[in-house]
């Protein structure tokens, strides 16, 4: 499988640091137009939920962003959580963000690779991954997040996934994606359990959650598109994408929202006990 150059990655995200949500949102009932700024902390929450954790635990978040779910998390749970990203900018960002959070005491973040992570074996209680190991190769991320997880800790992540073959005649979206955001290979939904096994991860939970998560955000990208707002959609993305896809992003934003080639899951897994 085919995946990106980490250090490449991070100096993609080094030029995003203004971008405030980089997740998308979470909409459990269809007819909700909550903006995607309040739904991306709605996932964030359930996430958070998911991880199984109390007070005074201790959490990774594994490709932190500019710290805002971390900080959410910290906040939400009474955990420790420490914060990992390949982007040197969004140590930065983000410990300044905890700092006018006043969690620094409990929220730390670092500049590292999660595919090698810097951690001794069974140090986390938790783990989450909010839509960043698109750009890892997952069977190495899965097997260095168990590594770290202590006996029976949750790992809770969402992932994109395929989820139907680009329509005959069209240019494939998913693979337009991998292109301009540095994604691996995609997946499908089902590869999941044996990347699972084979990391010596058990499964808890997997559910495709693209009508709730994945079609309202790419509605709201559409619209802003629509509106030539390109505030969900930065500059840098765009200038990575040949003069002709621009101008086909730009003139058709329904096609994306429409799309049913790009798909997004929820997964709970867990190291297993001893
Ligand atoms: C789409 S952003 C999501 C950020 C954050 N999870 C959030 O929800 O706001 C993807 C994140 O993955 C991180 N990332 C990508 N590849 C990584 C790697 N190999 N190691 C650590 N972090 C990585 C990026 O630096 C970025 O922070």
């Keep these: 499988m085919r995946a990106p150059i980490p250090e490449q990655v991070g100096l993609l995200y080094d030029k995003l640091t203004d971008a405030e949500v980089l997740h998308f949102g979470y909409w459990p009932d269809p007819a909700d137009d909550t903006p995607v700024e309040i739904a991306a902390t709605r996932l964030t929450d359930l996430v958070a939920e ?6 005074g635990q201790s959490v990774l978040d ?11 998390v910290a906040q939400t749970t009474g955990t420790r959580v420490t914060g990992i990203t390949i982007s040197q900018e969004q140590v930065k960002r983000a410990t300044e ?4 959070n006043n ?7 670092r500049h ?3 595919m090698a992570m810097p951690f001794e074996p069974a140090s986390f209680d938790a783990a989450f991954a909010l839509e960043s190991i698109i750009h890892m190769d997952r069977a190495k991320a899965l097997a260095s997040i168990r590594e770290v997880l202590k006996p029976g800790g949750h790992l809770v992540l969402t992932d994109m996934f395929q989820r139907n073959p680009a329509p005959e005649g069209s240019p494939s979206l998913m693979a337009q994606m991998v292109d301009i955001w540095m994604m691996s290979d995609p997946v499908q939904l089902d590869d999941y359990p ?10 808890v939970e997997l559910t495709d959650v693209t009508e709730t998560v994945l079609r309202k955000t790419l509605r709201l990208v559409a619209d802003k598109l629509r509106e030539d707002d390109r505030g969900l959609v930065p500059d840098e993305i765009i200038a990575r994408l040949p003069e002709e896809e621009q101008a086909r ?7 994306l929202a429409a799309s049913e080639e790009l798909g997004c899951l929820l997964l709970v897994a867990r190291r297993p006990e001893a």
Excluded: Y
């Excluded at 044996?194 to 499964?203: N, P, T």
């Design 194 to 203: 044996a990347l699972l096994a084979d990391a010596g991860l058990e499964l």
């Design 50 to 55: 998911k991880l199984a954790v109390t007070a």
């Design 62 to 72: 594994v490709g932190c962003g500019i710290g805002t779910p971390a900080v959410r």
């Design 103 to 109: 969690v620094s005491n409990r929220v730390a973040f």
């Design 97 to 100: 963000h905890a700092a006018a």
């Design 112 to 114: 590292a690779d999660a």
């Design 249 to 255: 992003l730009m003139a058709f934003p329904d096609e």
